[in-house]
């Protein structure tokens, strides 16, 4: 099957702790995003790849990090410096990130918890 | 910039009734519009899109029609189901492959 996977479904972490979340796609997509959504809100983008090896940042970059060193793969990091991660995280892929026209399809999410 | 604006939920419907959850948009240019919606605890599954004025986008009985001249892209459903209860997003994405934008979602509840 086709799909986007990300891992954990739920993830718990300490103050202080750095955590990263998994993000792959058999899709053979070339672009790749990251979205945060809080309760009752929309979802923003926090980051986002057209290509490996190349990345942005999107609205809400800060205390984050990623890396694109294969097609397949984005994971995400959720650094000490993010002052409020406790939130959803759901990654997308999409053929080609720069056609307006270009669907982008998502994973189930991560719920991340800060304890 | 480009924004998008929903209508506020929760919306609570009684099944077979008529949907409308309206949403306009101010984006440059021609962006592509979408609905996604999203089932409690899951990730956005794509609903329908369209992506030239006049177009029309549908899937499962939902539609929605983009309308240039009002910047708007409401969804539709003649008759929903207990089943369609979730969260609708609508988002438009400008052209040159710019981001999605997404609103703050409509919740539906549709009871039996």
């Known amino acids: 099957d086709g799909g986007i996977t990300q891992s954990p479904k739920y993830l718990f972490r300490k103050e202080g702790q750095n955590v990263t979340l998994s993000c792959e796609q058999n899709l053979n997509h070339d672009a790749m995003y990251w979205y945060r959504q809080d309760p009752g809100q929309g979802l923003r983008l926090i980051y986002y790849s057209q290509i490996v090896n190349d990345f942005q940042k999107g609205d809400i970059a800060e205390g984050y990090s990623v890396s694109r060193e294969k097609k397949e793969s984005f994971p995400l990091t959720v650094t000490s410096a993010q002052k409020n991660p406790t939130a959803f995280y759901l990654c997308?892929?999409?053929?080609?990130?720069?056609?307006?026209?270009?669907?982008?399809?998502f994973g189930p999410g991560t719920r991340l918890t800060v304890l | 910039g480009n924004s998008v604006t929903q209508m506020e939920g929760p919306v609570t419907l009684s099944e077979e009734a008529f949907l409308t959850i309206n949403c306009t948009y101010t984006?440059?240019?021609?962006?592509?519009l979408f609905w996604y919606v999203q089932y409690p605890g899951e990730g956005l599954q794509l609903l329908l899109k369209a992506t030239k004025a006049d177009d029309k986008g549908s899937n499962k009985g939902f539609e929605a029609t983009y309308r240039k001249e009002t910047t708007s892209f409401h969804l539709e459903k003649g008759s929903v189901q207990v089943s369609d209860s979730a969260v609708y997003f609508c988002a438009p994405r400008g052209n040159q492959g710019g981001k999605l934008i997404f609103g703050q979602g409509t919740e539906l509840s549709v009871k039996p």
């Open positions: 997308a892929s999409s053929k080609q990130g720069k056609v307006s026209t270009d669907t982008q399809y």
């Open positions: 984006a440059t240019g021609y962006p592509s």
